[in-house]
C-alpha cells in the first residue's frame, strides 16, 4: 500500500511540473489565420479558461475554427501573462468563425450555455477572477437580440436555482491568444484532460443538464432556427412608447400626418418594432396622401400575415407581422403599379433603419436592394 501511495504522489508531483511548464518559458509568437472566406460568420464568448472553450466549439458542426485569445478590456495586444494577472479588463475568450447556413447563431448560443456555469460571477470552476468570468460579444443587433433572448429563456427554465449572471456586450477588438495556446487540447491531450477533470467543469454540466448536455446540430441549422421573437409582456411594456404598445398590440390607429414616417424619404427599410424582423422597403414606399406610411408590397414575401377585420360596418383586411403578430395596419387594392396595393402601415409599429446603418444593425443583407 505504501509502495502504491509513493507511486501516486510520484505521478502527481510529474504532472505538476508539467503544468509548471504549460504556461512558462513559450514560444509568444501569435500568427493565427484567420478564415477570410465571405461566407463565414464570427460570434465571440468568453468562458472562463479558453481551452476548454476552443475544445467545446470546435466539436460543433459547421464552426470551421475556434480561437483562443482576449477581448472586453484596455490594455492593447495583452499577453498571456498581463491577463491572467486580472490587471488588463480583458477575459479569456474565444472568437468563433461559423457557416450560417450549417449551424445557426442561435445553436451556438445553446452549445456555449452548455459549456459554462452562468451564474458564478467570480470566474468559472477552478479559474478565479474577473478575467475568466463568461460573456456574449455581440457583433450586431440580430446577435445582441438572440443572446437576450436565449438568456432570458434560460433564466426562466428553472434549471437554475440563482440568476443566470453571464454578460452580453458589444465585441470590440480581440487579441488572438499566444501560439502555444491554440489547439491546446490537442497539442497537449493529457495535460489539458488532466486539468479539465480536476476544474470541475464536466462534472457540474453532467449534472446540471444530464441528458439535455448533447445536442441534436441537425435541428439547430439556419433554416430550422426562429430569429425573430415576441417578448414577454412586461418586457413589452419597457421596450415600447404607449402608442407603440397600443398600435401593436390592442390593434390602435395612430394619426395620420402626426407620426415618425408617413413623410420620410431616405433609403432604408422598416423593420417590426416589437421583433425587429424585417417589413418593408423604401423601394416600395410612396406617397398616398393619407397621411401614414405606404408600401406597394412587404419586403420578404411570406413576412406578412393577412387577417379578415370587420370592426368597421365594412370588412378590411389586417395585416401583422408574421413572428410578433403585431397589428401594422390594413391593405387596400388602390394603390400603384405594378401591384395595385396599398399597404397602409402604422409609423408605431414600424423601426426605420436608414441604408447607411444596415450593416451594423444586422440587416447588412438587404444593402443589395440600394446598390
Known amino acids: 500500500m505504501r509502495k502504491l501511495l509513493m507511486t501516486l504522489v510520484a505521478m502527481s508531483i510529474a504532472i505538476g511540473i ?14 493565427v489565420a484567420f478564415p477570410k472566406d465571405r461566407d463565414i460568420a464570427v460570434a465571440t464568448f468568453a468562458g472562463g479558461c479558453f481551452w476548454c472553450v476552443e475544445a467545446g466549439f470546435e ?40 457557416d450560417p447556413k450549417r449551424i445557426s447563431y442561435e445553436g451556438l448560443l445553446a452549445a456555449f450555455w452548455r459549456m459554462i456555469d ?13 478575467q475568466y468570468s463568461t460573456a456574449i460579444f455581440y457583433h450586431d443587433a440580430k446577435q445582441k437580440r438572440a443572446a437576450e433572448q ?8 428553472g434549471r437554475f436555482g440563482k440568476p443566470i449572471v453571464t454578460a452580453i456586450r458589444p465585441a470590440g477588438n480581440f487579441y488572438p491568444a499566444e501560439n502555444y495556446h491554440q489547439d491546446y487540447y490537442k497539442k497537449n491531450p493529457i495535460r489539458y484532460a488532466f ?17 439535455d448536455l448533447f445536442l441534436d446540430y441537425s435541428k439547430l441549422s439556419e433554416a430550422g432556427s426562429i430569429p425573430y421573437h415576441k417578448p414577454a409582456v412586461e418586457e413589452l411594456h419597457k421596450r415600447l412608447t404607449p402608442l407603440e404598445y397600443e ?41 398616398s396622401g393619407t397621411g401614414w406610411p405606404s408600401f406597394t408590397r412587404p419586403l420578404e414575401e411570406g413576412e406578412i400575415v393577412e387577417k379578415r377585420d370587420f370592426k368597421l360596418i365594412y370588412p378590411r383586411t389586417e395585416v401583422r407581422s408574421h ?5 401594422l395596419g390594413h391593405l387596400f387594392d388602390d394603390g400603384p403599379e405594378p401591384t395595385g396595393l396599398r399597404y397602409c402601415i402604422n409609423s408605431a409599429a414600424l423601426r426605420f433603419i436608414p441604408e447607411d446603418e444596415l450593416q451594423q444593425a444586422g440587416y447588412g443583407q438587404y444593402l443589395r436592394l440600394f446598390e
Open 195 to 211: 486539468y479539465r477533470n480536476r476544474s470541475g467543469r464536466d462534472q457540474y454540466l453532467e449534472k446540471t443538464w444530464g441528458q
Open 150 to 157: 436565449s438568456r432570458e429563456a434560460l433564466q426562466s427554465s
Open 18 to 31: 508539467l503544468f509548471a511548464n504549460a504556461c512558462g518559458s513559450r514560444d509568444t509568437s501569435r500568427t
Open 59 to 98: 466539436k460543433v458542426p459547421g464552426v470551421v475554427e475556434a480561437v483562443s485569445g482576449y477581448t472586453g478590456g484596455q490594455t492593447k495586444d495583452p499577453t498571456y501573462e498581463q491577463v491572467s494577472s486580472g490587471s488588463t479588463g480583458h477575459l479569456e475568450s474565444v472568437e468563433v468563425f461559423y
Open 247 to 287: 398600435v401593436t398590440q390592442k390593434e390602435a390607429t395612430e394619426p395620420p400626418f402626426e407620426n415618425k414616417y408617413w413623410d420620410e424619404k431616405r433609403p432604408g427599410i422598416y423593420v417590426d418594432v416589437v421583433s425587429g424582423e424585417p417589413l418593408f422597403s423604401s423601394k416600395d414606399k410612396y406617397d
Open 323 to 327: 413572428y410578433a403578430d403585431s397589428h
Open 118 to 130: 452562468p451564474t458564478d460571477a467570480g470566474g468559472q470552476f477552478a479559474d478565479r477572477g474577473n
